[in-house]
């Protein structure tokens, strides 16, 4: 199964293309302008993304919803950008399923862990949104293996 892992932020996009465990590519996407631009560049982005590779599922980081950012604004903004990557997917027939913060801390790849993510990728240096698009394809791998493992 093709895996389309994103970190969405409406300034970074992290993404991280998988076939089931076997890593394909990963990178950042980083849109310019001020935010509705910027949410616009992300739409045609995903839509490209999602046309090109034809994934078979998109993953999702749900934002934190803790205020994280101690700002509405970007809360809000996370939200959107999130939504939006969903209704592509959803319009292209892609089924999307979300994993939260902890399961991608939990997963061991992400943002505080680069120099691990990194050679786990085989790269020399990764980024945080990077690191967390490939956390993002990690924490949903092991959800699949609990859920095969429940339904034993």
Sequence with gaps: MIILALDPSSTNVGYCLAEDATYILSGVFKPKGKADARVAAIVEWAAYYLTTYEPETVILEEPAANN???????????ARVGG?????????????ARVWPSQVKASGCSKDTRPFTARLVGKTKIGPDEADAVGVWQAYLTELQKQRFENL
């Design 68 to 78: 994280a950012h101690r700002n509405p604004k970007t809360d809000r903004l996370l």
């Design 84 to 96: 939006i990557i969903e209704a592509v997917a959803l319009l292209n027939h892609i089924p999307v």
